[in-house]
């Protein structure tokens, strides 16, 4: 039965994790803690290795289909990753929950601009503030839709804000507990003007990263079950080669607002875990 | 203007390209590791333990451990493997700015396990 339950529980992360560019941790560490009452090290320590694999397998995938920006995600990766270091340092001296209630409302007001705006750049590409124009990359980048049969051009604009976001995104992502997909998706998309696909294949591919740094360290510290996290692991394989395949037949706009509907569930879960402690 | 070579549809376009190699290697290491846990996992199943104690078994205690260790160790090696690949394939290309940024992101995954580690 913990078998079955711990396959399914991977299953879903998967395939919702793949297709909206987010870990999943936030589905499987709830099951593990609650439903089967592990204890919290060893839940967050499972959740990393199934999220490592999700993205390892949907990155992959996205990869090979020319939705992963392979180095806007190492550029990003390059400010995210001491964002995390500079968020536990945070952890000590910062509260949380007052950080969280900022975070909600402004998750809030993305999740309103990603149901409700279109999706950005896509086919108009832009000169100001490209990547081409700060010298990073030397062309105009395009995908190829396969929901709309056609190549989709866009230019990746605002790096300085993307950087410093991803900064921020780190930060959050340590202080709060929270994936960076949630974050790193609306900056990439709603900021960066990069089209939705590409954001939540370029934000898989850097979640593969980040997240195997605290995996290893799990790993390193005995909190890793071998036993546990198998049927889990294959559950995510599973539901991310699910996921991965049937992203490419949604239409982009479907996505954004599945993305939106997301981040508003996470901002309402903030706004109540914060009242729970208050 | 767009190159001439990003109109051509993604399979038409060089397997060893950054995006071919490094699915390549996503592709093969997911794999890899994937058999490893699956087969440690079946091995583990037949070798009957009491239902108690199914899912807390340390590694040291089953005679699957090894297959189980390997798999779990290649699955979250591979992000780190990926980064190493694309250091290399751009210092190939002379591309010094991102084989740069590969370069310090490998040094601030190092000093994050360190830290954390310790």
């Known amino acids: 039965m913990s078998i079955l339950l711990l396959a399914a529980t991977g299953l ?33 320590a499972s959740s990393l290795v199934a999220i490592v694999a999700n993205a390892c397998l949907a990155a992959s995938r996205y990869t090979r289909s020319q939705l992963t920006n392979v180095k806007l995600g190492l550029l990003l990766c390059s400010t ?23 975070f909600g409302i402004l998750l809030v007001y993305v999740a309103w601009t990603m149901v409700m705006g279109q999706d950005p750049n896509s086919g108009r590409p832009n000169e100001e503030n490209s990547l081409a124009t700060v010298g990073y990359m030397s062309d105009t980048n ?9 190549f989709v051009l866009y230019r990746i604009r605002h790096i300085p804000y993307g950087l410093g976001g991803s900064f921020f995104a780190g930060v959050l992502s340590t202080l709060l507990g929270i994936g960076g997909g949630v974050i790193q ?50 559950g995510t394989l599973l539901g991310a080669f699910t996921g991965t395949v049937l992203i490419e037949r949604i239409r982009p706009a479907a996505l954004r607002r599945a993305f939106g509907v997301l981040l508003f569930i996470t901002a309402v879960a903030m706004f109540l875990k914060v009242a729970s402690l208050l | 203007m767009m190159k001439k070579e990003s109109m051509q549809p993604p399979t038409a376009q060089s397997k060893w390209n950054i995006n071919g190699l490094l699915s390549a290697c996503l592709t093969s290491c997911v794999l890899i590791s994937s058999i490893l846990i699956f087969c440690g996992f079946i091995l583990f199943l037949i070798t009957g333990l009491d239902n108690s104690q199914l899912l807390f078994v340390r590694l040291d205690q089953i005679p699957a451990a090894i297959v189980l260790n390997l798999g779990i160790i290649a699955l979250i090696s591979t992000p780190v493997i990926q980064v190493i690949v694309a250091l290399v394939r751009f210092s190939l290309d002379k591309d010094m700015t991102f084989a740069g940024i590969s370069l310090i992101l490998i040094i601030l995954l190092g000093i994050c396990y360190i830290m954390t580690a310790n």
């Open chain 1, 12 to 44: 879903f992360a998967g395939f919702f994790g793949s297709m909206l560019g987010i870990g999943g941790g936030f589905l499987i560490v709830p099951v593990l803690t609650l439903a089967m009452r592990l204890p919290i090290q060893i839940a967050i």
């Open chain 1, 80 to 102: 995210t990753v001491p964002g995390a270091m500079v968020g536990g340092l945070l952890a000590k001296v910062v509260a949380p929950e007052v950080l969280a209630v900022f």
């Open chain 1, 142 to 150: 395009s995908y190829y839709d396969k929901a709309a049969s056609k």
């Open chain 1, 185 to 234: 998706v609306p900056i990439m998309n709603v900021v960066m003007t990069v089209p939705i696909k590409i954001a939540i294949g370029t934000s898989t591919f850097m979640i593969a990263i980040t997240t195997a740094a605290g995996a290893l360290v799990y790993y390193h510290n005995d909190y890793v079950y071998p036993v546990l996290v198998a049927p889990l692991v294959l």
